[in-house]
């Protein structure tokens, strides 16, 4: 029997293996895991809430067992098909949205100084942790769509730096985004300014995490929304419900060199096959419920509009962002009395998120959640004249009754 200083070594083997169990599983995980998925499907924070089913699960499980860094053959078809359906050469899995669009800016950003170009509202320049200075070193330069919807032409043309003057950081991406804050970028105004882009030397980016919605919604092919651009980002952990997961794609030679950046950045993965297959899950049985989705999101703009609140940002697919202020109310007390309800609604401020696992019943309870709390303030005094017609940057006229004393 081997021994250490006259101790049992297998004595103090099975020590440690008691030491570094875990268990992180609780006794009623299952009926855990049911209610998660109920405040899931009354959460209005996010897309990016939505849990695996079981079935997804189930499909995950059958996949193959590969070494990602060396090869996987459920990720290679997966890319494969990605690569295929988007009209590009080749594609490449990442882990997250974040991810994907800086190591794209940076595998198409070659030599400094340079600068990417950008809608001012765009996730790369307001929630990627300043991601394109620090991975890059790149300038960026944010600009406000003079429509208040979508970047144009005449935008870009009016920030974008083409001057090789030693004094300025020249353009060398143009990055758009569709969706962008649930609203769909028109495809002919993509062209055009790709077209400028293209004839100038600059490359084009798409942040398409959720462009599976624009595709839905106009009945657009996919291939024809990545047409015009150099590289394009699309996430599956959003609008399809899986649980992690972007894929990039470009020309072969991008993509080879992107998947050396994502080794460099830590990026490179390894049995992924469980992953890639949840998305290929995704596609196949949540896209077709994006239309129910924004129908649901619709559904609620109009029911808002109803009770005279004001819509910032109509429902062109999941999202609206709306203004109580006309009714008297405040995003906070809403969200107090959402989570106080016998069944909560997750409610935040001025952005309502609706996804495929948002259940309707949800939908109509924030809406008499709404008019249930108008009513305490109309009956406290508050009065607000709605207007003849609300429309996006509308106001309705309010006033504020003064008390009796």
Known sequence: MPSVNGTDLNAKRAQVAAQVKCDILTATQDADNDAQRISIGRSFISDTITAPTTEMYAYALKASVGDDVYHEATTSAFEAHMAQLT???????????????????????????????????????????????FHSGAHQV??????????????????????????????????????????????????????????????MHLDGARLWHVAAETGTSVKELCEPFD???LCFSKGLGAPVGTIL?????????????????????????????????????HFPLLPAVHALAQ???????????????????????????????????????????????????????VHIQTSTEAAEDFLELIKTLAEEKKAAGFVYVKPAKNVNGARSIYV????KV
Not at 123 to 131: D, F, L, P, S, V
Not at 171 to 196: A, H, M, V, W
Request: hydrophobic share 40%.
């Open 299 to 353: 559904r609620i703009e109009q029911g808002l509009v109803d009770l005279g609140a004001v819509i910032w940002s109509s429902a062109e697919t999941c999202m609206v962002f709306y203004d109580p202020s006309p009714l008297g109310l405040e995003y906070g007390e809403i969200a107090d009395r959402g989570a106080a309800l016998p069944r909560p609604l997750i409610l935040g401020g001025s952005r309502l998120v």
């Open 249 to 285: 794609v470009g020309n072969a030679e991008f993509i080879r060199k992107a998947k050396w950046f994502r080794k460099l950045f830590g990026g490179g993965m390894r049995q992924i096959g469980v992953l890639t297959a949840s998305c290929a899950y995704a596609l196949n049985n």
């Open 231 to 233: 590289s394009v980002s």
């Open 87 to 133: 009209g590009k050469e080749a594609a490449l899995f990442f882990s997250s949205g974040t991810q994907s669009n800086q190591i794209a800016l940076r595998t198409h950003l070659t030599q400094p100084p340079y600068a990417v170009l950008c809608d001012e509202r765009a996730h790369i320049n307001q929630y990627e942790a300043g991601g394109t200075a």
């Open 142 to 203: 944010g600009v406000q769509p003079s429509n208040g919807h979508h970047l144009t032409l005449e935008d870009v043309e009016s920030r974008i730096v083409l001057s090789e003057d030693v004094h300025v950081s020249p353009t060398r991406i143009i990055s758009l985004e569709n969706t962008l804050n649930g609203t769909i970028f028109p495809q002919d105004e993509i062209i055009r300014i790709s077209k400028f882009a293209h004839s100038n030397g600059v490359k």
């Open 400 to 403: 504020r009754r003064k008390s």
